[in-house]
């Protein structure tokens, strides 16, 4: 889809990438044996396996799902359990959020977006896996 140039020198172009089951797409990268198979992230918390945040394509084909959007409540809620997950998907490979100092450390997940993301032009972010685009330069 062409993309219109801005009239002024003032106006931006700015993209939202929202990145769907991508700490799991970071795991995949990192391990590379879980490529193609279903699995699924989940977050430290011990009741049930606790709850997963991120779900590979190949899993949601099983009927294994997590929360719609970000918000922790829904997390805590509304998202598929890894137990739940197992039971949907036996050959489901749930991979734990990694833990430092009694909280989640997602500082693997940070580094990946921003290697990734900030050597094509600016970018600003929203989420650990949410980022706008200044995209001024691309059209």
Not at 55 to 84: H, P, Q, T, W
Request: charged share 25%.
């Amino acid at each position: 889809m062409p993309v219109a140039k801005p009239q002024s020198s003032d106006a931006r172009i700015i993209g939202h990438v929202d990145m769907d089951c991508f700490y799991v797409q970071v795991e995949q990268r990192k391990q590379p044996h879980l490529r193609g198979l279903p699995s699924a992230m989940v977050q430290f918390n011990e009741w049930k396996d606790g709850a997963l945040i991120a779900v590979s394509f190949e899993a949601r084909k099983y009927g294994v799902k997590n929360a719609l959007d970000s918000n922790i409540l829904c997390l805590i809620f509304r998202s598929m359990r890894g137990v739940e997950a197992e039971e949907v998907c036996p050959q489901i490979e749930l991979v734990q959020v990694p833990v430092a100092h009694g909280k989640a450390d997602l500082i693997t997940y940070r580094n990946a977006l921003w290697s990734f993301l900030s050597r094509n032009g600016r970018c600003e972010r929203a989420s650990i896996d949410k980022v706008y685009l200044d995209l001024i330069d691309a059209a």
